[in-house]
């Protein structure tokens, strides 16, 4: 093993060790946790057998294996982001609605409290 | 509709300096009108100033934005069983003398309804910049042949609304900055509504300054158009106000 895949493997069992404690004190929820998972082991996969990835990466055809990790890491962190702000559309609606919700019950109760008007 | 229960809802976001005299104005020039504050998680007394004139108001636990305030006002206005709902600026720009004329011409009971109190239809005594006048055209243009009606001022934000356009933006408002103005029209649209135009005279702002730099106007006109593009393609939330509180998990 070179140098470059041990430390791809420590990166590896990091990143699982974090997002497993993350997800043990409930920081992030499983879905989140799982996709980060499944990363890490295929990272991790490779570390120990990079001949797999080279012969994957010529099957594929490309001739510099390094290229396709580029390639796939990109596309699949631009996956992510999207998925993230489709996430936080959907959370600022929430609490959109919320926030007003909050406002028209405050209204009502201060009304119960002060029926004089 | 002369005799419509009409509320009229004012979005107040830090505007303490004219709030109590916006309030006093509309008061003075309409006397069968209820009037609702929406403070818009002010940091300055618009809230307090405005309860001491005996109005209700709504306090938002942040700032929502104009469209986020005028949601409020409707769905306030759909649970106290009002005909119609007039927004008014708190800044003062809104003539109240015109509320009348705008609630008159709320004429159908079918179909979403909207009534826009024009600036550029009638007289001329508001001022816009070259750039902002251009944008609005623009805007103007597109919308006319979106709502089959000849529109000449869309971010106009002196506006009546019937029963079935309150019940649509109780639920449907837009909250997008500085947009709303323009997409609720094209909503509403959408929903079959019907949008007319009614001129009338505004004045200068009595406080602050138009929030407009010529970057900025041109920033603002391309999120605009991205809206409008995206409102045409927009899937069509079919909610109901009724079943919009029950619908949480979706």
Redesign the interface.
Known sequence: MAGVHIIALVCALITISVIVELTRRRYIHERFALIWLVVAVIIGFFAVFPGVFNSLAHWIGVKNPPDLLTVVAVLFLLLVCVRLSWEIGRLQQRTEVLAEEIALLRKSLEDVETPTQ | MTDAKTLVVIPAWNESSSIAQVIGEIRHSNTDVDLLV?DDGSSDSTGAKARAE?V???????N?GVG?AM??GF??AL?HGYDAVVQVDADGQHDPESITLLVEQLDDQVVPQMVIGSRFSGEQTYDASRTRRLAMRILAASLSRMSGEHLSDVTSGFRAHNRKAIALFATEYP?DYLADTVESIAILARAGGKISECPVAMRQRTTGKPSQSRWKSLIYLVRIFLVLGLTVFRKRTVRTAENESTSGSS
């Open positions: 929406v005996g209700d108001v709504v306090t938002n636990p942040y929502l986020g949601r409020v769905r306030f649970s909250t």
